[in-house]
């Protein structure tokens, strides 16, 4: 149980998660962290749906955050998937060495 | 009209200047006092015996990704399992048809070679 | 002090009305799963059985979305309101459905010379085309995230289709990448406009904005709308948010491309036009401007862009955004005229037969083993294929607005809508960008009617097959009808948008 007090500072970390995975996916190179801040902008997510669900006194917030749980496996297991595949045919895994299409 | 918008900038300000300012304050005070126990991975915890830092085979990325899928998907019983009593027989339906979908994963997973170790 | 248990709603159940109306989608569920298991029990020598069948479900998905369009009549909504059973979802429905087929027609030829015919392949785009059906027609905002979720996690994986073709990994990758990337911001979006007016259905939310705009709008409320848009942003293909498109324009599989230069935009307009026209009338003040300049930089930045391009899969992808662009001027028109959601459902028709007709002619003509990519493989194509020649002329006139063809009227419907609401810089914006368009449109019409240089290789152009045939008459007579018989798709669309689901805002005109 949290005390509705504690609602604007799980907001506040809500936020702040967000901004720390957006800033990540900006300026990261390796594809697996990059991939990791992605999955801190979902939880970001998450950890405000549920939050405001708390806040506002009902259920979908939850739920919401239940099917967002199942999106981001599904998303990390086919990013595994190709970073997996990609390491085998035999490339530097660095985002930005990633440019085999040039403009 | 303008000024709604100033408690935005008052939030984004907030987040970023913590974001920044954690990280240069424990840079800025945090004693620095390097030895070879503080290095390891878990400090007092077991002694590694050799460098993590080697391949593992891709059969293990492949179960990962499957256990993940699989697992992650069950989190829907649970609710489920809370209610099924007043749900009566379209509870038992909806989560045969939910298994049932699952399954055919699975079968497809097992036919195409992917849980063969070697 | 302690908060109370989450108040939990009374137990409901659907009826078989909820899944009679979800028909469309449960059929091409089920043949999603149906296509799985066939594909771990057939021998690999059947697999042209597994076109056959994801055909037959597109066909019959079609067919129920046909007696949905009868049977919706002014409107109602499924599941507790969750999903909107409506003309507008069916018509948008018939979109993807026809989009689908003539790209799974055109798939096995391509499929079997690049040497990738794998069977998942019909299992994945029966999947997205699920993915973009729930995303027509959901009401919820759950419902509208997981939508966009199936449709683009079943695409990266369809980009990446060709796995020991590093192109085609590396598009998947970037593809990956960005899409969560933009999945980040949608769902931030969306908790936001779910925290501050505390419902997630489309309609309560729409009701509980207009009783704040009484007061003042929640600055929470407007960053989340933002987020959201920037989410569907990315989806559309819309500067500055469109740096993944040329890549895996280019890299993926060409009849991927074709399917998802289509359909991603087809289904993520659908959805936009819901939630900002029909959900947020009530904030238009707020996000029109942002909508607006999203317009304007995707006309610019796609035409200029294009100009300078010599691969002919990069210089549609280009293109496409700056017809993305066009469609948002029908997205930024006052939502309380109707003729810009009119304009936006026939430009999508429109762009829907043109572009898969020109990705048609790239897609069947590309020889064994490399795609047919670069501008000069086109050059003297006219000698050979006279009839496909001909046809992707066409397709190119259409992208280019030209008349009479579906291309012009799609232009013509949203430039109206705009120049109706005063927002009269946009459409002449639109003009002076589509001259600009029609440089790069004709260079590479041109270039099939002239003949290869003496020392110049000419491009082995595959056999026009039967179901190649097939797929560019029917895209050609798509082109011209909806260029001359205006009238039979704008009643359509017209007749859609006005049971448009959820009802908020009056509109008129």
Known sequence: MISTGLFPYMLGLSAFLFTVGATGVLIRRNPLVVFMCIELMLNAGNVALIAYGRFLNSVEGQIFAFMVIIVAAAEVVVGLALITQIFRLGRELDVDDISEMSE | MLSDYAPILVFLVVVLGFAVGAQVASNALGPRRPSAAKELPYESGIVPRESARRRFSVSFYVTAMLFIIFDVESIFLFPWATIVRQLKIFGIVEIAIFIGTLLVGLLYVWRKGALRWD | ?509
């Open chain 3, 1 to 509: 002090m302690l908060a109370q248990a989450a108040t939990i709603p009374a137990l409901v159940t659907p009826t078989g009305r909820d899944l009679l109306g979800l028909l469309p989608e449960l059929i091409l569920g089920a043949a999603f799963v149906l296509l799985m298991a066939l594909d771990a029990f057939l021998p690999s020598t059947r697999r042209s059985w597994l076109a056959v069948v994801a055909f037959i479900s597109l066909a019959a998905a079609f067919g129920a979305s046909m007696w949905g369009w009868f049977d919706s009549g002014s409107g109602r909504t499924l599941y507790f309101g969750a999903f909107a059973y409506d003309r507008y979802s069916m018509f948008v429905n018939a979109i993807l459905l026809v989009s689908s087929a003539l790209v799974v027609i055109i798939s096995p030829q391509y499929l079997n010379r690049r040497g990738i015919h794998h069977g998942e392949y019909y299992a994945l785009i029966l999947a997205s085309t699920t993915g973009m059906m729930i995303l027509a027609g959901a009401m919820n905002l759950m419902v509208i995230f997981l939508g966009i979720e199936l449709l683009s996690i079943s695409l990266y994986v369809l980009s990446g289709f060709s796995r020991g073709d590093e192109r085609s990994q590396e598009a998947a990758l970037k593809y990956l990448l960005l899409g969560g990337f933009a999945s980040g911001f949608l769902l931030y979006g969306m908790a936001l406009v779910y925290g501050e007016t505390g419902h997630t259905q489309l309609a309560q939310i729409g009701l509980a904005l207009r009783a704040a705009q009484t007061s003042s709008v929640d600055p929470l409320v407007l960053v989340g709308v933002i987020l959201v848009f920037i989410g569907f942003a990315f989806k559309v293909s819309a500067v500055p948010f469109h740096t993944w498109t040329p890549d895996v324009y280019q890299g993926a599989p060409t009849s991927v491309t074709t399917f998802m230069s289509v359909t991603t935009k087809v289904a993520a307009f659908a959805a936009l036009v819901r939630v900002f026209t029909y959900t947020f009338p009530y904030v238009y003040t707020h996000w029109q401007v942002i909508v607006s300049l999203v317009a304007i930089l995707s006309m610019l930045v796609g035409n200029i862009a294009a100009l300078t391009q010599t691969s002919l899969k990069r210089m549609l992808a280009y293109s496409g955004i700056a017809q993305a662009g066009y469609i948002l001027i029908g997205v930024a028109v006052d939502p309380r005229v109707a003729l810009g959601t009119i304009g936006v459902l026939y430009y999508l028709a429109a762009y829907a037969v043109t572009n898969i007709g020109a990705f048609a002619v790239i897609t069947v003509m590309a020889g064994r083993g490399e795609d047919l990519d670069s501008y000069s493989g086109l050059r003297g194509l006219a000698f050979r294929r006279p009839y496909v020649a001909a046809a992707m002329g066409l397709f190119l006139l259409s992208l280019g607005g030209f008349p009479p063809t579906a291309g012009f009227f799609g232009k013509f419907f949203v430039f109206a809508a705009a120049i109706k609401t005063g927002l009269t810089p946009l459409a002449i914006w639109g003009i002076v960008t589509s001259a600009v368009s029609v440089f790069y449109y004709l260079r590479v019409a041109l270039l099939m009617y002239q003949r290869p240089a003496e020392d110049e290789r000419e491009y082995a152009w595959s056999r026009t097959s039967l179901s190649a045939g097939i797929v560019l008459a029917a895209t050609t007579a798509g082109t011209l009808v909806l260029g001359i018989f205006v009238f039979l798709l704008y009643n359509a669309a017209s007749a859609a948008q006005s049971g448009l689901l959820p009802a908020i805002a009056s509109s008129s005109g």
